[in-house]
T-cell receptor
Framework: AQSVTQLGSHVSVSEGALVLLRCNYS??????LFWYVQYPNQGLQLLLK??????LVKGINGFEAEFKKSETSFHLTKPSAHMSDAAEYFC????????????FGQGTRLTINP | GAGVSQSPSNKVTEKGKDVELRCDPISGHTALYWYRQRLGQGLEFLIYFQGNSAPDKSGLPSDRFSAERTGESVSTLTIQRTQQEDSAVYLC?????????FGPGTRLLVL
């Protein structure tokens, strides 16, 4: 069975600083990996995804993530934080092609300090 | 284009009452999911519909929870005899290929 661990339920960075949100997964087969963002009182919006191919994937709003199979990680980064990045971020894994369900991490709340 | 819509956006009910939550998926999306998100927590899978196949109900927490879907369109999640522990945001998502697209959710409060 798959699982997702997001290290740090709360992360706080200064505006302009590097954002790093950690995600580790377990899966018995090659996974599909996703990062979603949730703004207050809204649904989840897809930031980026890894399915196959290039392990460094770029998403919206300047975010990117790198799939590292050897480390079973899919950490999310952004070089320079903006106040509008304050939100809850969720990492999710599915079992790849044909898989039907996503397993989500517990989420990381990102706070940006001015 | 139109995204996933859910109604109502908020629902307050009394313990013991039944509630129905509605989801309108993106047109043409064959798969539809319901999730529950308790305060400060991640998403719990509830149920999944794919075309005409039997739904995957493995995430439903009790027999008080049920869901239906009409063809490849609207879905309704029903919670009978609501309990305070059912208070949460209920999110619906639809999918055509590998990506699930989420609605804004229904915030349910059971008093």
């Amino acid at each position: 069975a798959q699982s997702v661990t997001q290290l740090g339920s709360h992360v706080s960075v200064s505006e302009g600083a590097l954002v790093l949100l950690r995600c580790n997964y377990s899966s018995s087969v090659p996974p599909y990996l996703f990062w979603y963002v949730q703004y207050p009182n809204q649904g989840l919006q897809l930031l980026l995804k890894y399915t196959t191919g290039a392990t460094l994937v770029k998403g919206i709003n300047g975010f990117e993530a790198e799939f590292k199979k050897s480390e079973t990680s899919f950490h999310l980064t952004k070089p320079s934080a903006h106040m509008s990045d304050a939100a809850e971020y969720f990492c999710a894994v599915s079992e790849g092609r044909g898989a039907q369900k996503l397993v989500f991490g517990q989420g990381t709340r990102l706070t940006i300090n001015p | 284009g139109a995204g996933v819509s859910q109604s109502p956006s908020n629902k307050v009910t009394e313990k013991g009452k039944d509630v129905e939550l509605r989801c309108d998926p993106i047109s043409g999306h064959t798969a539809l999911y319901w999730y529950r998100q308790r305060l400060g927590q991640g998403l719990e899978f509830l149920i999944y519909f794919q075309g005409n196949s039997a739904p995957d109900k493995s995430g439903l927490p009790s027999d008080r929870f049920s869901a239906e879907r009409t063809g490849e369109s609207v879905s309704t999640l029903t919670i009978q005899r609501t309990q305070q522990e059912d208070s949460a945001v209920y999110l619906c998502a639809s999918r055509l290929t590998e990506t699930q697209y989420f609605g804004p959710g229904t915030r349910l409060l059971v008093l």
